[in-house]
C-alpha cells in the first residue's frame, strides 16, 4: 500500500480524466462521416484541426474550418442543416466521466487544495470546463489553461509551487502515459494515478504497465475507471 496520507494537493488533468473528451471527439468525427468521410479520414480532419506550429489549437471552429477545407477540396458540399443539429448537440447533455464529481466532493471534504490543469486552445477548453460545471467545485483561479503540450503543465506546477518544487505532498491525475513521464520526471516525488481511457486510440493497457513498471515509486494505479482510483486514493489517504 502506497502512503498517501501526507497528501494535501491533488492535481486534475481534464480531457479524459474528468472530462469525456472521447465523447465529444466522436462528435467531431461525425461531422466529417455526414459528408461522407471515413473514421479514418475524420480521424486525420481532427489531427489536423488540433496542433499549429505545436500549439494545440483544437475547438470547434478549428475543426470546421479543416473540414471545410477539405470539403472544397474535394468538391463536397458543406451540410449546414445536418451540422447545425450536430453542433448544437455537442453544445448540450452530460459531458463527466461518471465520478468526476465524487472525486471533486472527496477533496473539498478532506481540505485537499485541489487544481485542473487544461491542455488547449483556452477559449475552446474555457467552453467545455462551463458545460462541465467543474466550477462549483473549485475556486476558479485554479483552473489553469495551457496550449503547450510539451511542458505547459510542468510551467503551471512551477508557477504555482515555486521553482524548487520536487511533486512533494501531491497527486497528480492524469490520462497520458507518455506526458506523465515527462512530468515525473521534472519532478521526481510527485505521486501519479492514471485513468486508462480505452476509447483513446493513441494508447494501450500496454503503455500504461510498463510507466508503471518503470515508475513504480511514484505511480500510486492506473484504471479504466475514474471511481476506482477514488476509492484507491481514500484507501489510501485515510488508513495511514
Same mark, same amino acid.
Given at each position: 500500500m502506497t502512503d498517501l496520507s501526507q497528501i494535501n494537493k491533488? +492535481?486534475?488533468?481534464?480531457?479524459?480524466?474528468?472530462?469525456?473528451?472521447e465523447k465529444k471527439k466522436s462528435q467531431f468525427y461525425q461531422l466529417s462521416k455526414l459528408h461522407g468521410y471515413s473514421h479514418s479520414k475524420a480521424r486525420d480532419i481532427?489531427?489536423?484541426?488540433?496542433?499549429?506550429?505545436?500549439?494545440?489549437?483544437?475547438? *470547434?471552429?478549428?475543426?470546421?474550418?479543416?473540414?471545410? !477545407? &477539405?470539403l472544397k477540396t474535394d468538391n463536397i458540399?458543406?451540410? #449546414?442543416?445536418?451540422a447545425s443539429d450536430l453542433i448544437t448537440e455537442m453544445k448540450q447533455g452530460k459531458c463527466l466521466l461518471? &465520478?468526476?464529481?465524487?472525486?471533486?466532493?472527496?477533496?473539498?471534504? /478532506?481540505?485537499?487544495?485541489?487544481?485542473? *490543469?487544461?491542455?488547449? &486552445?483556452k477559449d475552446w477548453q474555457h467552453q467545455k470546463v462551463d458545460q462541465s460545471g467543474i466550477k462549483k467545485y473549485l475556486i476558479e483561479e485554479n483552473i489553469i489553461f495551457t496550449a503547450d503540450p510539451e511542458t505547459g503543465k510542468q510551467k503551471i506546477m512551477k508557477d504555482l509551487f515555486g521553482e524548487d518544487y520536487k511533486g512533494e505532498e501531491t497527486l497528480?491525475?492524469?490520462?497520458?502515459?507518455?506526458?506523465?513521464?515527462? +512530468?515525473?520526471? #521534472?519532478?521526481?516525488?510527485?505521486?501519479v494515478m492514471l485513468r486508462f481511457e480505452q476509447r483513446d486510440e493513441r494508447y494501450t493497457e500496454e503503455d500504461f504497465k510498463q510507466l508503471?513498471?518503470?515508475?513504480?515509486? @511514484?505511480?500510486?494505479?492506473? #484504471?479504466?475507471?475514474?471511481? @476506482? *482510483?477514488?476509492? /484507491?486514493?481514500?484507501? /489510501?489517504? !485515510? #488508513? &495511514?
Open positions: 491533488i +492535481i486534475f488533468d481534464f480531457d479524459n480524466t474528468l472530462f469525456d473528451t481532427y489531427k489536423r484541426a488540433r496542433v499549429e506550429n505545436e500549439k494545440v489549437v483544437m475547438s *470547434l471552429s478549428s475543426y470546421l474550418k479543416v473540414l471545410k !477545407e &477539405q458540399e458543406f451540410k #449546414s442543416e445536418a461518471p &465520478q468526476a464529481t465524487d472525486f471533486l466532493r472527496y477533496c473539498i471534504a /478532506n481540505n485537499l487544495e485541489t487544481f485542473v *490543469l487544461s491542455l488547449g &486552445q497528480f491525475i492524469n490520462d497520458k502515459p507518455d506526458e506523465t513521464e515527462s +512530468i515525473m520526471k #521534472s519532478f521526481p516525488i510527485l505521486k508503471k513498471d518503470k515508475f513504480s515509486d @511514484q505511480v500510486v494505479c492506473y #484504471s479504466t475507471k475514474l471511481g @476506482q *482510483l477514488l476509492t /484507491n486514493f481514500k484507501s /489510501n489517504y !485515510e #488508513s &495511514q
